[in-house]
């Protein structure tokens, strides 16, 4: 008996080790911890080496891949619809949708990691594990290895990619409270989940146009950013003339956890921001990530991997793209 016991145990705990999690609020297939441990051994160093090479020139494209990472998972769940192509079957796919289009930057990265990747294991690694490991990556070397998870694989990439649809389900600058957790809850994630997650807003950049043509400044915004902001856009920005201001005057470029800071402070730019401080609810969240140290930085990692489960493909309605450009 004690032997049958033993065994027992050790079925449950391998079980609970192969299976990682299941995307929220869906059927979707479980996803597993060293999905490419056997199939493809290098599949996270090559993706993390991209990363690596890319954000060490220009952090600004790990800011782009965490915030691709966002874009492709609330747009038809997390399966690199993000990343497709126009073609004269689908001219319009996500990328071209007004939230990724110009201001989505990364792709050049994701391609990068999938080019290296065909070399190594031809077929193997799907193009949506390539840009939530890329979001992953560029999150631990913004964040000064701070931000460090292990994150569950085996997605399959989508075949349908709609530019519209990125209008539906991401949320615009100008969203107050209410409509920023109906927006997340649509996905299956919490108030917490958006409070941590909006904390992404702490590095990379934003078009003028984000903030002065969609929506004014937040109420109360701090004159000395105001002034900042005016100097260095123009009055009506527009396609040509929509120049990029960083997001966080103070740690522009590092992941951490000033963009709380500065929602305290009145220092940022989008309504959406300043939206957290309309309920006592997310007002502590607030004040709780801003003085607790470290504390948000593991909430981000638990909260970026919960997202990555939104709305899983499997290999009925997915594939593993040979090109992130373009299927099969």
Same mark, same amino acid.
């Given at each position: 008996?004690?032997? /049958?016991?033993?065994?027992?145990?050790?079925?449950? /705990?391998?079980?609970?080790?192969?299976?990682?999690?299941?995307?929220?609020?869906?059927?979707?297939?479980?996803?597993?911890?060293?999905?490419?441990?056997?199939?493809?051994?290098?599949?996270?160093?090559?993706?993390?080496?991209?990363?690596?090479?890319?954000?060490?020139?220009?952090?600004?494209?790990?800011?782009?891949?965490?915030?691709?990472?966002?874009?492709?998972?609330?747009?038809?769940?997390?399966?690199?619809? $993000? /990343?497709?192509?126009?073609?004269?079957?689908?001219?319009?796919?996500?990328?071209?949708?007004?939230?990724? @289009?110009?201001?989505?930057?990364?792709?050049?990265?994701?391609?990068?990691?999938?080019?290296?990747?065909?070399?190594?294991?031809?077929?193997?690694?799907?193009?949506?594990?390539?840009?939530?490991?890329?979001?992953?990556?560029?999150?631990? @070397?913004?964040?000064?290895?701070?931000?460090?998870?292990?994150?569950?694989?085996?997605?399959?990439?989508?075949?349908?990619?709609?530019?519209?649809?990125?209008?539906?389900?991401?949320?615009?600058?100008?969203?107050?409270?209410?409509?920023?957790?109906?927006?997340?809850?649509?996905?299956?994630?919490?108030?917490?989940?958006?409070?941590?997650?909006?904390?992404?807003?702490?590095?990379?950049?934003?078009?003028?146009?984000?903030?002065?043509?969609?929506?004014?400044?937040?109420?109360?915004?701090?004159?000395?950013?105001?002034?900042?902001?005016?100097?260095?856009?123009?009055?009506?920005?527009?396609?040509?003339?929509?120049?990029?201001? $960083?997001?966080?005057? $103070?740690?522009?470029?590092?992941?951490?956890?000033?963009?709380?800071?500065?929602?305290?402070?009145?220092?940022?730019?989008?309504?959406?921001?300043?939206? /957290?401080?309309?309920?006592?609810?997310?007002?502590?969240?607030?004040?709780?990530?801003?003085?607790?140290?470290?504390?948000?930085?593991?909430?981000?990692?638990?909260?970026?991997?919960?997202?990555?489960?939104?709305?899983?493909?499997?290999?009925?309605?997915?594939?593993?793209?040979?090109?992130?450009?373009?299927?099969?």
């Amino acid at each position: 008996m004690a032997r /049958l016991g033993l065994v027992i145990l050790l079925v449950a /705990l391998l079980g609970a080790a192969a299976v990682a999690a299941q995307a929220p609020g869906s059927s979707s297939p479980r996803l597993r911890f060293g999905f490419y441990k056997r199939s493809c051994p290098n599949a996270e160093y090559i993706i993390r080496e991209a990363v690596r090479n890319a954000t060490s020139v220009n952090p600004g494209l790990g800011a782009g891949l965490i915030r691709m990472a966002f874009h492709d998972c609330f747009v038809r769940g997390c399966d690199a619809s $993000v /990343l497709l192509d126009p073609t004269t079957a689908n001219p319009r796919p996500e990328k071209l949708g007004p939230p990724n @289009f110009p201001s989505l930057r990364g792709f050049d990265v994701v391609d990068a990691a999938k080019a290296a990747l065909e070399k190594a294991c031809p077929g193997v690694v799907s193009c949506a594990d390539i840009v939530q490991f890329a979001a992953r990556d560029a999150a631990f @070397f913004l964040s000064g290895y701070r931000v460090n998870y292990k994150l569950p694989a085996g997605r399959f990439d989508g075949r349908v990619s709609i530019d519209n649809e990125t209008l539906t389900f991401l949320p615009p600058p100008f969203f107050n409270l209410t409509q920023l957790v109906n927006s997340f809850k649509a996905k299956g994630l919490s108030v917490d989940d958006l409070v941590v997650l909006s904390g992404s807003h702490t590095i990379g950049r934003s078009h003028c146009s984000s903030f002065t043509t969609i929506a004014t400044l937040p109420p109360n915004t701090d004159p000395r950013l105001a002034t900042i902001l005016k100097g260095q856009c123009p009055a009506n920005p527009n396609i040509t003339n929509d120049p990029t201001v $960083v997001q966080d005057v $103070v740690t522009s470029d590092k992941l951490d956890n000033q963009y709380y800071k500065n929602v305290l402070n009145h220092k940022v730019l989008f309504p959406s921001d300043a939206a /957290l401080m309309t309920s006592r609810v997310t007002t502590r969240k607030v004040v709780e990530n801003a003085v607790i140290r470290g504390s948000w930085e593991r909430k981000f990692a638990r909260a970026m991997v919960k997202m990555s489960l939104i709305e899983i493909k499997t290999a009925a309605n997915g594939e593993i793209r040979k090109s992130c450009q373009v299927v099969n």
